[in-house]
């Protein structure tokens, strides 16, 4: 198993960006797809991106396209989240989450390590 551990999160400016990184200790990160979703207050977790354990795959929400990018370095068991062109509406909470089985998913059910979250505080 792995245990994803959030960190990067901050407050920036609309139209700046942040780095979040996803430690995931453990062994056999490459039998891990990785997830990033996020939860604003009152509102449900939603999906943010998604990279498969080759990288070959990724997949992102419609409201982050272009402007984030999901990455990942298996030789040092981490998953990233470059944030560019932030907005207000990106203000939540971001987790990290791994899938069994290499590849990942845009649903949250579906994955079996979550991190416990890092703020992500985007001000107008």
């Known amino acids: 198993q792995v245990q994803p551990v959030e960190s990067g999160g901050g407050l920036v400016q609309a139209g700046g960006s942040l780095r979040l990184s996803c430690a995931a200790a453990g062994q056999s990160f490459t039998d891990y797809g990785m997830g990033w979703f996020r939860q604003a207050p009152g509102k449900e977790r939603e999906f943010v991106a998604h990279i498969s354990w080759t990288s070959r795959t990724t997949h992102y929400a419609d409201s982050v396209k272009g402007r984030f990018t999901i990455s990942r370095d298996n030789a040092k068991n981490t998953v990233y989240l470059q944030m560019n062109g932030l907005k207000p509406e990106d203000t939540a909470v971001y987790y990290c989450?791994?899938?069994?089985?290499?590849?990942?998913?845009?649903?949250?059910?579906?994955?079996?390590?979550w991190g416990q979250g890092t703020q992500v505080t985007v001000s107008s």
């Open positions: 989450a791994a899938r069994f089985g290499g590849l990942g998913s845009s649903d949250r059910n579906e994955y079996d390590f």
